[in-house]
């Protein structure tokens, strides 16, 4: 990639920064909208050096999106040859027709290599993956295609659970609205955590979600199935994390065996009860952290787990950080100023003026597939055997 930076110069001062979205037909709507409202909306509240969208395609011809919607091309990708500081390629439905033109892939290599960083959001990893950008890397896509893309492309390091992987100057992110997280993330490695944070508020965005934070959550997750027992006990357990929750607990207030339990879990949530309540006790304690200032022992309680170090190793476990250091990270993310405490509802129904937290051990940077399931492997080959 190129370290030039894409900046553009007009006259003396006057400096911007180009990101070149690459669109097709069959692309998602969203994809290119997050981008490109995300970036406008930092220019308006001061980016400097601004930056200018380029919805670059093939022929410079209109695209016709997922939707139905017609975009205007602006630039053909056969015909730049001017530096950009990022080359995004957009996700949708018509990935794999883009993946299959020779010529769309071509000009996309060949931008990449006048480009400062280069992006895929969705499924344009599919895109990125045949230009050979990601052999050998990690990346991600949205979590419906991840193992189609890992399966195609074996030299990829297919994670499909964050939000958006960087890896060195290539990133990915998953489906859709992750394209508002990754670009987030551009803005504050071009401009400051201060105007990244900014952007995040004017697009109502309810938080500046971190990389590895999961494309899935529990709380979104819904029982696909009509079984009525499964469907109470999710309810149940959503609402009383800090109850017995094990296996045997549940088993009776479903009026079932502990075996057929276990059965229906697996069968409709692809989890055994004890990894389904361990994953929505994590994300409610993660949520906690987030919106509180509860100490960890009371997060810990509240959520059902036994102890701070219970949280610490489940938390280790879904985003491979401490507590403490992801409390940390959305911190660093809220809006600066002073507040004051909040004053949380007690079981009791009171409040209570929450204490200061116990700071978690130190923990070593965890690999770089320790925060995911990896589905691809790195082993060199090309694109379908």
Not at 101 to 120: E, F, I, M, T, Y
Not at 138 to 150: C, F, G, V
Not at 294 to 319: H, I, K, M
Not at 345 to 359: C, E, Y
């Amino acid at each position: 990639m190129s370290d030039s930076g894409g900046w553009v110069a007009y006259g003396e001062e006057m400096r911007e920064r180009v990101v070149l979205v690459v669109g097709y037909d069959g692309a998602e709507l969203i994809d290119i909208a997050c981008v490109s409202s995300s970036l406008d909306f930092a220019n308006r509240i001061g980016a400097k050096p601004p930056y200018r969208s380029v919805l670059a395609t093939p022929g410079g011809h209109s695209i016709t999106c997922d939707s139905g919607l017609r975009l205007h091309g602006q630039e053909s990708l056969e015909r730049w040859h001017a530096p950009v500081d990022t080359v995004l390629v957009s996700g949708g439905l018509g990935h794999e027709q883009a993946a299959a033109n020779p010529l769309l892939v071509g000009h996309v290599r060949r931008l990449a290599a006048l480009a400062r960083r280069v992006a895929s959001v969705c499924t344009g990893a599919t895109v990125l993956a045949e230009a050979g950008l990601l052999a050998n890397r990690r990346a991600t896509s949205h979590w419906m295609y991840a193992e189609q893309l890992a399966s195609s492309y074996p030299d990829v390091l297919v994670d499909p659970e964050p939000i958006y992987i960087r890896d060195g100057d290539v990133a990915t992110s998953g489906g859709v609205t992750s394209a508002l997280d990754l670009t987030l993330s551009f803005i504050e490695e071009d401009h400051g955590m201060a105007l990244a944070r900014g952007v995040a508020l004017g697009m109502v965005a309810y938080l500046q979600r971190p990389g590895t934070q999961a494309q899935m959550s529990m709380f979104l997750t819904r029982c696909s199935s009509d079984d009525l027992v499964v469907r109470r006990l999710t309810n149940h357990i959503a609402g009383h994390l800090a109850d017995d929750l094990n296996a045997a607990a549940l088993a009776r207030l479903s009026g079932v065996s502990e075996r057929h339990l276990s059965r229906l879990f697996l069968t409709y949530l692809d989890a055994t009860p004890a990894q389904y309540v361990r994953e929505v006790r994590t994300e409610a304690a993660a949520h906690l952290l987030t919106s509180t200032t509860l100490p960890l022992s009371a997060v810990a309680r509240r959520c059902g787990f036994g102890s701070t170090e219970s949280l610490r190793q489940a938390f280790l476990a879904r985003y491979a950080v401490p507590p403490s250091r992801f409390r940390a990270e959305r911190r660093a993310a809220a809006p600066a100023g002073p507040h004051p405490a909040p004053r949380v509802p007690t079981s009791a129904g009171g409040s209570a003026t929450p204490d200061h937290d116990v700071p978690d051990p130190p923990v070593a940077s965890p690999p770089a597939t320790a925060g995911g399931r990896p589905t691809g492997r790195g082993t060199p080959s090309s694109r379908r055997p």
